[in-house]
């Protein structure tokens, strides 16, 4: 028997949207089966400005992260929202958070 997809009862911002263009976003989900998750969100500008550095450079990388979802536009509360309930009902939320239990 299959069991169902868990479905977001509720997703929280933890960080100001603002900042949207020099930092990540980080954001908990929490699932109708109790369970809270974390997944960050980023727009391509801001790759720029964080990361790993490649050594004796100034150019920045990102690796090995599945709970990072990129976005090619700028930031909204209501995106944010309609992207990870399309995760939610299209993929795997588990895949795309990491669990914070």
Not at 19 to 31: G, K, N, P, R, W
Request: glycine share 2%; charged share 20%; net charge negative.
């Amino acid at each position: 028997m299959t069991r169902p997809k868990p479905q977001i009862d509720r997703i929280a911002i933890l960080d100001d949207l603002s900042c949207q263009h020099t930092q990540a976003i980080e954001v908990d989900v929490y699932l109708n089966n109790g369970e809270r998750r974390w997944c960050w969100f980023t727009i391509p500008q801001a790759l720029n400005t964080y990361g790993d550095w490649i050594a004796g450079t100034k150019i920045p990388f990102h690796h090995s992260s599945p709970h990072m979802i990129v976005i090619a536009s700028e930031l909204t509360e209501e995106l944010i929202h309609a992207t990870l309930n399309d995760i939610a009902e299209n993929k795997d939320i588990h895949f795309a958070t990491l669990p914070c239990d």
